[in-house]
């Protein structure tokens, strides 16, 4: 089965600095997925990654998907108090499959 | 557009009771499944479904069923609730084929005396 490692487990920044995290799969992905989850609610979906060396941007957040298809990356730039949260990747384990599997998920702290 | 609908957001029982959690979602998808997520074990899939009348057992089936009579509706029932079942469950939905996101619920959190 395909397993999601995530790194780090958590994250402690101060607002305004850029953080990476790092989802990295045992197995060839067929689609990445990062959800952002705040406490006390459901998981919000950012960004969906399909193809190698594919990268998508929504505001300050850039999330990438090595060529070979087995890393994906999630960068925040200028980080605010409202990036505060647990970042999931999820990933296809194969074509046409409806099971996502998660990783345990990165919690990110921003201190203003 | 409501999304994938759960409820209740809270409950409390005592151990040996029964309860169902209910999920409803509103985008005509196929696919339905319920989660639980605990401290350091991530999201874990308790029980699935590709459609009406179609189940299946996840990774944590035990102590759980399922129903999927509607397209709408996937219903998680807790048969004589335990301790251990004290969590955080979500449910989600999402289209026919691959490639396309799991919408989630905003979960219920269960507690177990």
């Known amino acids: 089965s395909q397993e999601l490692e995530q790194s780090p487990q958590s994250l402690i920044v101060q607002e305004g600095k850029n953080l990476t995290i790092n989802c990295t799969s045992s197995?060839?992905?067929?689609?990445l997925y990062w959800y952002k989850q705040k406490y006390g609610e459901g998981l919000i979906f950012l960004m969906m990654?399909?193809?190698?060396?594919e990268e998508k941007s929504h505001e300050k957040i850039t999330a990438k998907l090595d060529e070979k298809k087995q890393q994906s990356s999630l960068h925040i730039t200028a980080s605010q108090p409202s990036h505060a949260g647990i970042y999931l990747c999820?990933?296809?384990?194969?074509?046409?499959?409806?099971?996502?599997?998660f990783g345990k998920g990165t919690k990110l702290s921003v201190i203003p | 557009n409501a999304g994938v609908t759960q409820t209740p957001k809270f409950q409390v029982l005592k151990t040996g009771q029964s309860m169902t959690l209910q999920c409803a979602q509103d985008?005509?998808?196929?696919?339905m499944s319920w989660y639980r997520q605990d401290p350091g074990m991530g999201l874990r899939l308790i029980h699935y479904?590709?459609?009406?009348?179609?189940?299946d057992q996840g990774e944590v089936p035990n102590g759980y069923n399922v129903s999927r009579s509607t397209t709408e509706d996937f219903p998680l029932r807790l048969l004589s609730a335990a301790p251990s079942q004290t969590s955080v469950y979500f449910c989600?939905?999402?289209?026919?084929?691959?490639?396309?996101?799991?919408?989630f619920g905003d979960g219920t959190r269960l507690s177990i005396l």
């Open positions: 989600a939905s999402r289209p026919q084929g691959g490639g396309q996101p799991q919408h």
């Open positions: 197995k060839t992905l067929y689609g």
């Open positions: 990654l399909q193809k190698g060396g």
């Open positions: 999820g990933a296809d384990p194969g074509a046409g499959s409806y099971q996502l599997t």
């Open positions: 985008m005509n998808h196929e696919y």
């Open positions: 479904s590709v459609g009406a009348g179609i189940t």
